[in-house]
């Protein structure tokens, strides 16, 4: 099945840095989601982006499929942005099924 | 809007029983999955159906199964229980194709 590899595995900054997280994949998708997952287990939606580019507040992500890649950039990070952040991906013919990394775990401190 | 909803949201089992855990989706949602999630993992797909029918598995024993009933909700259920079944449960639904929303799991803890 499809690879997803995420890094840095683990990331610590003080609020207010900025950062980059990065998503490899194996072969080609048809469906890419970044989540962030609260420390009470709930998976937030943060972008759909199979492809392209996307910006939410402080947040924004890049997909480059054709390479096979996604970047999620944090801004101005802030306590709250702590957790793990997964990327998901979806093969056409998966059933439909979402192939999770290990995700970035991002600690922010005061 | 009620996003997807989970129940129950903890519970704790033995080795051997069985455990049954529904996921109400999004309105208008047709398709519901199925994830396990175990501590300092991703979650792994373990099932998927739309209208009704299984679309898709993952590589789980026979002991897991699920269902989806007209109104779109979905039983995962497990079958003789094992230490290793001990995990955080999430279902996901979606309108088509496209982006999938979870609900907020549950935990299963087996002793």
């Known amino acids: 099945g499809i690879q997803v590899e995420q890094s840095p595995p683990d990331l610590i900054l003080q609020e207010g840095a900025n950062s980059t997280l990065r998503c490899n994949f194996s072969?080609?998708?048809?469906?890419l989601q970044w989540f962030h997952q609260n420390p009470w287990g709930q998976l937030i939606n943060l972008f759909y982006?199979?492809?392209g580019t996307k910006q939410n507040g402080r947040l924004s992500a890049t997909t480059v499929a054709t390479e096979r890649y996604s970047l999620l950039y944090i801004s101005s990070s802030q306590t709250t942005d702590s957790g793990v952040y997964f990327c998901?991906?979806?093969?056409?013919?998966?059933?439909?099924?979402?192939?999770f990394g290990k995700g970035t775990s991002l600690l922010v401190t005061p | 809007d009620a996003g997807v909803t989970q129940s129950p949201t903890h519970l704790i089992k033995t080795r051997g029983q069985h455990v049954t855990l529904r996921c109400s989706p999004i309105?208008?949602?047709?398709?519901v999955s199925w994830y396990q999630q175990v501590l300092g993992q991703g979650p792994q797909f373990i099932f998927q159906?739309?209208?009704?029918?299984?679309?898709g598995r993952g590589n789980f024993p026979d002991r897991f199964s699920a269902r989806q009933f007209p109104n779109y909700s979905s039983e995962l259920n497990v079958n003789a229980l094992l230490l290793g079944d001990s995990a955080l449960y999430l279902c996901?639904?979606?309108?088509?194709?496209?982006?999938?929303?979870f609900g907020e799991g549950s935990r299963l803890t087996v002793l």
């Open positions: 996901a639904s979606r309108y088509n194709t496209g982006e999938l929303f």
């Open positions: 072969d080609s998708v048809n469906n």
């Open positions: 982006i199979p492809s």
């Open positions: 998901a991906v979806e093969q056409g013919n998966s059933g439909y099924a979402l192939n």
């Open positions: 309105s208008g949602h047709k398709s």
């Open positions: 159906y739309y209208e009704k029918e299984e679309r």
